[in-house]
């Protein structure tokens, strides 16, 4: 009776917070003064952490042409995410990917029921295995692909892009610890190795992709970036077959910004977190790619 009456409540609040984000996104949303010249006027967060669902939103109304379709990499339980935005109020379809079984069955608990055609699936998400994972299970040149997963981010990108996947909109998460001139990312082979060499506390700044990388990769495959969230956190490139080149031209994006949640979470100003993370690294007789 107990488990039942706990469920029971787990439920009820789950089912609020949902109905708590549509309605804080719609209001948000509306109380915009939105500047289409202006991405940081763009943000807004329904589900999203740091305004992602505002800048997709906006970014959706401005496609050539949609296919309505999205893949996210990363995507936890659905209650904080940059897809659930999108499946529930544009009613798109695709799928979802979390290799945590737990989070991938709250993900089809909870957001299955507001928006059945997305998909959720329980897998590690790696270079080697991201184009065997993706299939025919969409078209290649869906509207969003989200992708975040706290490690080799760069390549599963990379093998995406090579493969002839082109989403409209990309949405990537750079790591500011690398700061705005460096060209690196921690490749899928040295990943774990570097993380197994420092202490929990400083774990979390070795992951993921420098911000200058990722402006390298997407520009060779004929993407502009629009965005960098004000969180410091997501980059936004768009493909420039799918938008005009009167919108791409008179666009003032904003760019680098330090992670506000490392300034936070760590107590390291960004100048001591580029410091330490090169200290690690060069310990671990570590040479920067693309250096």
Not at 113 to 130: D, H, K, Q
Not at 253 to 271: E, I, R, W, Y
Request: glycine share 6%; net charge negative; with cysteine.
């Amino acid at each position: 009776m107990l488990k039942y009456i706990h469920n029971k409540l787990t439920a009820t609040r789950d089912q609020t917070k949902i109905s708590n984000s549509l309605v804080k996104g719609l209001v948000a949303s509306s109380s915009r003064r939105l500047l289409r010249n202006d991405p940081i006027s763009w943000e807004f967060s329904g589900f999203s952490q740091n305004g992602e669902d505002g800048v997709i939103d906006f970014l959706l109304s401005e496609i050539t042409y949609k296919t309505k379709c999205l893949i996210e990499f990363g995507c936890g339980d659905g209650l904080e995410n940059n897809s659930t935005w999108v499946a529930i109020v544009h009613k798109f379809h695709g799928f979802v990917v979390d290799e945590k079984e737990h989070l991938i069955r709250r993900h089809r608990l909870l957001i299955g029921p507001y928006s059945r055609a997305l998909r959720s699936i329980e897998s590690r998400v790696t270079p080697e295995n991201v184009i065997s994972l993706v299939g025919e299970l969409v078209p290649k040149d869906i509207d969003l692909l989200s992708l975040d997963i706290d490690s080799y981010d760069f390549e599963v990108m990379h093998e995406l892009l090579c493969a002839g996947f082109r989403p409209a909109i990309a949405v990537v998460e750079y790591n500011s610890a690398f700061g705005d001139v460096a060209d690196v990312f921690i490749p899928f082979n040295d990943y774990e190795r570097l993380r197994s060499s420092c202490n929990n506390e400083v774990k979390n700044l070795i992951y993921g992709v420098s911000y200058q990388s990722w402006i390298k990769l997407f520009e060779s495959y004929d993407y502009q970036l629009v965005h960098a969230d004000s969180s410091g956190v997501n980059m936004f490139f768009v493909s420039r077959r799918r938008f005009t080149e009167d919108f791409l031209n008179d666009l003032h994006p904003a760019t680098f910004q330090k992670n506000v949640h490392q300034l936070q979470g760590l107590g390291l100003s960004h100048l001591e977190q580029k410091e330490l993370l090169s200290d690690i690294l060069a310990r671990s007789n570590y040479k920067f790619q693309g250096e």
